[in-house]
Every structure is written in structure tokens, then in C-alpha cells.
């Protein structure tokens, strides 16, 4: 059974960089059939996709977040991570991790339980 | 982007009913609609894919349907597990996905 797991600090400082790391058991994150994606709820909002990345490191990235975002996979000790730069209150939300199946039509499959992270000072 | 609108936003109904769910795409996104089960404090869990396509090991009492712009979830007789939020998600498009605002399906 595949298991995602996010982690990482739960407060950061307004203008710092917010980083979290998923990390991915039951299965390995360099199979060529999935995408590994980062998406985030801020309290009471709906679901707002950040952005994903590939084995190989190829990425997409959501347009309204991309000047800030970095998502990198580290396959050795299959995890990927998010790096949000110049936060503010706004990027208060909890933070999900996701497998997203690529082999016709893409789909997220598994979900982490999603951690919260607030910005403040 | 692609804006997804899903109705209604809540909606209350009682152990064992028939509800129906609502999303609908600003434009055509062909059979790239899947649907989502989110409770609280829990993952998000894939219901539908494809639109009508029933994910593995979820009951068959939840039900799709739709192509283009417009689709549905259905879900008969209804249980007590059932009731949580539900998004509409479409992946016709990246970047970016995105996800309709969600039905809070509550306990009448």
C-alpha cells in the first residue's frame, strides 16, 4: 500500500522560505508511470494545485505561484520536497502531498494526511 | 486557467438518500474530471476518474457521470461514512489543475 508523508517546519516567518518534504513509502518514486504533485488548502478555501514533478526532475508549476515555487526529488531516499520563497499570511494553508497516475488519464491516487504550516511572526 | 463550479456548495440529506453533486467546466475538458472524498484531519481520498471510471475498492453506491463541460456525482443510499466534502478536480489542462470549491455533504 502506498503511503505519502509531509513534513517539515509548521511556522515560518513572513518573507522566509517555507520548505516540506514527502516522503513516499510502499512504492518507488522513480517508477515512470506517476507524477509527484504538491497542492494546498488555506483554512476554510478549496484546494489550490502548486505544482508537480517527474523521476527525472521535470516540473510543472501552478502560473499564480511559480516565480516562488521550487519542487525537487530526491530518489535515493524517495522523497520530493516544496520550497515556497517570500511568504506571507496567504500561504497560511495545510500542505498535500500526492501521486498522480500519468498512464492515460491523470488522476491523484494517494494523498498524505497533509500538514499545516502558518506564517507569522 | 480552467475554473471548475461545483453546486450545490453545501447540501443536508439523511442516512440511506440519493444525492446528486454538480460540477461544471468553463470550458471543455472531455472526460478529464475526477472526483474526491476529503475528510477532516484525513488524505483526500479519489473516488471517479475519467469522469465515470470507479476507483478500486471504492463501493459501488458512488457513481459519475458526464463529458465536455458538465458532470455528476451521484451517490445512492446514502451512509453514515458518506458524509464529508467532495471536489470535482480537472486534469485536462496543466498547468494549472484545478479543483472545483467543494460540497460539504452534511448530516440532516
Known amino acids: 500500500q502506498v503511503q505519502l508523508q509531509e513534513s517539515g517546519p509548521g511556522l515560518v516567518k513572513p518573507s522566509q522560505t517555507l520548505s516540506l518534504t514527502c516522503t513516499v513509502s510502499?512504492?518507488?518514486?522513480?517508477?515512470?508511470?506517476?507524477?509527484w504533485n504538491w497542492i494546498r488548502q488555506p483554512a476554510g478555501k478549496g484546494l489550490e494545485w502548486i505544482g508537480r514533478i517527474y523521476s527525472s526532475g521535470s516540473t510543472n508549476y501552478n502560473p499564480s505561484l511559480k516565480s516562488r515555487v521550487t519542487i525537487s526529488v530526491d530518489t535515493s531516499k524517495n522523497q520530493f520536497s516544496l520550497k515556497l520563497s517570500s511568504v506571507t499570511a496567504a500561504d497560511t494553508a495545510v500542505y498535500y502531498c500526492?501521486?498522480?497516475?500519468?498512464?492515460?488519464?491523470?488522476?491523484?491516487?494517494?494523498w498524505g494526511q497533509g500538514t499545516l504550516v502558518t506564517v507569522s511572526s | 486557467d480552467i475554473q471548475m463550479t461545483q453546486s450545490p456548495s453545501s447540501l443536508s440529506a439523511s442516512v440511506g438518500d440519493r444525492v446528486t453533486v454538480t460540477c461544471r467546466a468553463s470550458q471543455s475538458i472531455s472526460s478529464y474530471l475526477n472526483w474526491y472524498q476529503h475528510k477532516p484531519g484525513k488524505a483526500p481520498k479519489l473516488l471517479i476518474y475519467?469522469?465515470?471510471s470507479l476507483q478500486s475498492g471504492v463501493p459501488s453506491r458512488f457513481s459519475g457521470s458526464g463529458s465536455g463541460t458538465d458532470f455528476i456525482l451521484t451517490i445512492t443510499s446514502l451512509q453514515p461514512e458518506d458524509f464529508a466534502t467532495y471536489y470535482c478536480q480537472q486534469s485536462y489542462s496543466n498547468p494549472p489543475y484545478t479543483f472545483g470549491q467543494g460540497t460539504n455533504l452534511e448530516i440532516k
Open positions: 500526492a501521486r498522480e497516475d500519468r498512464s492515460a488519464w491523470y488522476f491523484l491516487d494517494y
Open positions: 475519467a469522469a465515470s
Open positions: 510502499g512504492g518507488s518514486i522513480s517508477s515512470g508511470s506517476y507524477y
